[in-house]
């Protein structure tokens, strides 16, 4: 009897925990499920290279440009939309964004001009950019603090099926029924991703009393003059950078060139990339809660796992592992970097809540100043005519770059 009222009290206690933060977990959710679609929008040349080079008549040096155009918009306007979200809040900002992706990815899809479908895919990395940090936002204005790396790392979990559905599953439909009309279903998916939006993101009433009160100038001068901000900012350049050129272009490519394999057997070879973030994602709330919030030692695990699995494969292995040994080496890798996540939580714990749009827009900026970046480089040494495994020593360099980084995180005393 006794356990019976003790499950009773527990199941209304959370019934009504929940009932009270529905608004919330629905505004979450929706934003989460949104983030799906920006992976799959920022991936799918990857797995249609040939076609996008043929659609636009470039060469591998261009196809890089192409690609990179996502992270250019997307790392532009990270500030603009942190600032915008502490301003005019989730909803309108988010609204916004989806429909520019919506209406940018028509337009890549039905163009054949190369200048037009750079700058389509500069708005579709402009108008994704948004989703992160609004997911944050509504992290910390809608759940307790305790909470927030939790969060943030079944946001990872989740949104990571967009990952996936950007490799494997994509490759299957084009070999299927082609990549324009592939293309064509990434854009309706877009516009199924805005109607949830529509009905179900609001914002908060204490948003807007924040807002009123807080001084772009001033919040911007206090996250870039506090030193603390500086570490997990290059951590995010260096680390996740380089996972985001790798899916988001290098990937099939490398299976296809050192193995000779065609793109849709690449393509699962790559997800299990994907496969590494989904596990990855509970191992970092579970490693948070092990070391007691010690964002640092993380951190510093994680890039030193990620750089010697990259030093294995390129200097021991010159590049070439036994292929046997590439879905073990890639979920490994994959799992790793999930440990990026954490960098949000230091960089909103050192700065004010006030300038939490802006501090974690800022630190997802440089992902993708980095992945930029990274494309180029390897682009650049496979027009040289240096091999694609030896064009990825970059990727090694930024692993190596990323821990130095993470030596310099303060995690103590993050409340201010």
């Known amino acids: 009897m006794g356990e019976t009222l003790k499950y009773e009290i527990y199941e209304k206690t959370f019934k009504d925990r929940l ?14 499920i949104n983030m799906i679609m920006v992976f799959v929008q920022r991936l799918y040349i990857g797995v249609m ?10 060469d591998i040096v261009g196809l890089s440009f192409m690609a990179s155009a996502v992270f250019y918009g997307y790392a532009i306007f990270q500030i603009p939309s942190g600032i915008l979200i502490d301003k005019v809040g989730v909803r309108k900002l988010n609204l916004f964004g989806a429909t520019l992706t919506t209406i940018s990815s028509f337009l890549f899809t039905v163009t054949d001009s190369f200048l037009i479908g750079w700058i389509s895919r500069f708005f579709i990395g402009l108008g994704t950019s948004m989703a992160v940090i609004s997911i944050m936002k509504v992290q910390t204005l809608w759940f307790k603090r305790k909470y927030f790396s ?4 079944l946001m990872a979990f989740i949104s990571n099926i967009g990952m ?12 299927r029924v082609g990549a324009n009309t592939s293309l064509h279903v990434i854009t309706i998916l877009n516009l199924v991703s805005l109607g949830i939006m529509f009905i179900f993101v609001k914002d908060k009433q204490a948003e807007a009393k924040e807002n009123k009160t807080s001084k ?12 603390r901000t500086y570490p997990p900012l290059m951590v995010m350049f260096f680390f996740i950078s380089t996972m ?25 070879f790559v997800s299990f990339f994907t496969f590494g973030f989904i596990a990855g994602a509970p191992f970092v709330s579970l490693m948070d809660r092990f070391l007691k919030g010690n964002y640092k030692a993380n951190l510093l695990l994680s ?20 292929i046997e040994q590439i879905p073990l080496l890639f979920f490994l890798m994959g799992a790793a970097i999930m440990f990026h996540i954490l960098t949000f939580t230091v960089i909103k714990d050192v700065n004010f809540l006030k300038n939490s749009g802006i501090a974690t827009s800022t630190a997802n900026m440089m992902e993708f100043l980095g992945s930029g970046i990274v494309n180029f480089l390897i682009a650049f040494f496979i027009q040289q ?3 694609i495994e030896k064009a990825f020593i970059s990727i090694l360099v930024f692993g190596i770059l990323s821990f130095i980084s993470a030596l310099f995180i303060d995690y103590k005393d993050v409340e201010v």
């Not at 009932?19 to 989460?32: P, Q, R, T």
């Not at 290279?49 to 470039?58: C, Q, R, V």
């Not at 996936?164 to 070999?175: D, K, N, R, V």
């Not at 911007?220 to 506090?226: G, P, Q, R, T």
Request: hydrophobic fraction near 45%; glycine fraction near 8%.
């Open 19 to 32: 009932k009270e933060n529905k608004d919330g977990l629905f505004i979450w959710a929706s934003l989460v």
């Open 49 to 58: 290279p040939d076609y996008i080079m043929s659609k636009f008549e470039i």
């Open 150 to 153: 939790q969060l943030s790392s």
């Open 164 to 175: 996936f559905a950007g490799t494997l599953p994509l490759a299957y439909m084009i070999s």
């Open 216 to 227: 772009i100038s001033e919040s911007l001068k206090e996250v870039f003059k506090n030193k």
């Open 244 to 268: 985001t050129s790798i899916m988001g272009l290098w990937g099939v490519n490398y299976i296809t060139s050192i193995y000779g394999v065609d793109k849709v057997n690449a393509a699962e």
């Open 303 to 322: 890039t030193g796992f990620y750089t010697i699995l990259w030093f294995y494969v390129l200097i021991i292995m010159k590049g070439r592992p036994p």
């Open 385 to 387: 005519g240096i091999g």
